[in-house]
């Protein structure tokens, strides 16, 4: 069998979850804006530019949905949230784009919530969880950019971010996707959500 993941393919952009067609299963991602969600998908599926990466907050603006092996198992990366930069009407508009994928997507099996390993959890962060909580969807907490925690600040760093998000470390996941630390983990954790009937 091939590697988990390695035949992505960019599928379509949408500026609204209306322009989705029905899907068998699909994953994902989101978080503050800067996060790395394209950086993390572009490792999880093998390839270096399939999500686009940038400097600049607020890159990603469209739901962007990625196929894995079959059409109909998706890996969506969404835009982030929380810039500073930009007018307050289109910031609200993402936020309600984000939203509204969430809440109308029956075949979504886990919404990974990216969060900054080196800075912590912020309130949108939190606010973030509470809102997939209240829609009864799964998500799964992905600290992402772990290289950049010090390696003697490490253990305290994990015991403290999961404690501010009432969560477990084990539950969650400590990846960098510049490195690669944690990749291997979570990508067999996609591939066999994005695989089962
Ligand atoms: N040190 C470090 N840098 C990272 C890591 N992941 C991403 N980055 C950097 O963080 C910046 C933002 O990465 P993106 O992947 O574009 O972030 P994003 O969450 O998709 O951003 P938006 O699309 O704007 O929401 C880039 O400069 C990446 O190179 C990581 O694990 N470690
Ligand atoms: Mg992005």
């Known amino acids: 069998m091939a590697h988990p ?26 978080g503050r804006s800067n996060v790395g969600k394209s950086s993390l998908l572009n ?16 890159r990603t603006r469209l739901i962007n949905v990625f196929a894995v092996e079959d059409e109909d198992r998706w890996i969506v990366d969404l835009p982030g949230y929380g810039h500073a930069s930009g007018p307050k009407r289109e ?39 509470e809102w997939l909580v209240a829609h009864r969807l799964s998500a799964v907490v992905v600290a992402n950019k772990f290289d950049k925690v010090k390696p003697s600040r490490r253990e305290t ?3 403290d971010i999961a404690a501010a998000l009432g969560r477990r ?13 944690g990749v291997p983990e979570l990508r067999s954790v996609v591939a066999s959500l994005l695989s089962s009937d």
């Open 169 to 181: 470390p084990e539950a969650m996941a400590w990846v960098s996707a510049a490195k690669g630390t």
């Open 43 to 58: 490792a999880l599926v093998h390839q270096k530019a399939l999500a686009r990466v940038s400097r600049t907050p607020g």
């Open 91 to 129: 910031r609200d508009e993402w936020q309600g784009m984000i939203e509204r994928y969430l809440a109308k997507r029956p075949s979504l099996r886990m919404v990974f919530v990216l969060i900054d390993a080196e800075v912590g959890p912020t309130p949108l962060d939190a606010q973030m969880l």
């Open 157 to 159: 760093q994990v015991r």
């Open 5 to 30: 993941l390695s035949n992505a393919r960019f599928l379509l952009s949408a500026s609204d979850v209306r322009q989705l067609g029905p899907c068998h299963a699909e994953v994902a991602f989101v």
